[in-house]
């Protein structure tokens, strides 16, 4: 064994001493010093050089997924400010528009006094799909898209109950 590693030994030796020394200690403990263990020298140092590598491995997987982490919620916080600032915008040309058609009715009723935004003849007609099945609580359109699909893929389950 060289010098420098039986150096480093000595000095990781010293501080582990300590450190389990303090741990005992604060538990009303008597420490254990490494010459009263029963496992061979080798086995020590085989042990603590494991021991020590294993804490890096760890520390370095810690840190790898501590940045994913930060990475995605950088991704995440840019993408939500992305959708905010577009739905702001999108809030914006409502408002524009809804501004816009509440000037058009001003100016269509000074042009027309008899013209009134409520009449009925504003109002949509409704598409006979759009109401509701007798006995069904969806609307016609929306069964008949159904049974179409129904129809042109099929029913996994009903069809193994077929066969």
Same mark, same amino acid.
């Given at each position: 064994?060289?010098?420098g590693?039986?150096?480093?030994?000595?000095?990781?030796?010293?501080?582990? $001493?300590? %450190? %389990?020394?303090?741990f005992? &200690?604060?538990?009303?403990e008597?420490p254990?010093?490494?010459?009263?263990?029963?496992?061979? &020298?080798?086995r020590q140092?085989?042990?603590?050089?494991q021991?020590?590598?294993n804490?890096k491995?760890n520390?370095?997987?810690?840190?790898i997924? %501590?940045?994913?982490?930060?990475?995605?919620t950088?991704?995440?916080?840019?993408?939500?400010?992305?959708w905010?600032?577009?739905?702001?915008?999108a809030?914006?040309?409502?408002?524009?528009? #809804?501004?816009?058609l509440k $000037?058009?009715?001003?100016?269509?009723?000074?042009l027309d006094?008899?013209y009134d935004?409520?009449s009925s003849?504003? #109002?949509? =007609?409704?598409?006979?799909l759009? #109401?509701?099945?007798p006995?069904?609580?969806?609307q %016609?359109s929306?069964?008949?898209i159904?049974v179409q699909?129904?129809?042109?893929v099929?029913?996994?389950?009903?069809?193994?109950t077929? =066969?």
């Open positions: 064994m060289d010098y590693i039986r150096v480093y030994l000595l000095t990781f030796y010293a501080k582990r $001493e300590k %450190i %389990i020394h303090r005992h &200690v604060e538990r009303g008597k254990m010093k490494d010459f009263e263990s029963k496992m061979p &020298v080798s140092i085989r042990y603590y050089k021991s020590r590598d804490w491995e520390a370095a997987q810690k840190q997924k %501590i940045r994913e982490y930060v990475q995605s950088r991704a995440f916080k840019k993408s939500r400010d992305n905010k600032t577009k739905a702001m915008q809030k914006k040309r409502a408002s524009d528009a #809804e501004q816009k $000037e058009l009715e001003k100016k269509l009723k000074k006094p008899s935004s409520n003849e504003s #109002e949509e =007609v409704e598409h006979p759009s #109401e509701k099945a006995h069904h609580h969806y %016609i929306t069964i008949s159904a699909q129904f129809i042109d099929g029913n996994i389950r009903f069809s193994r077929l =066969v």
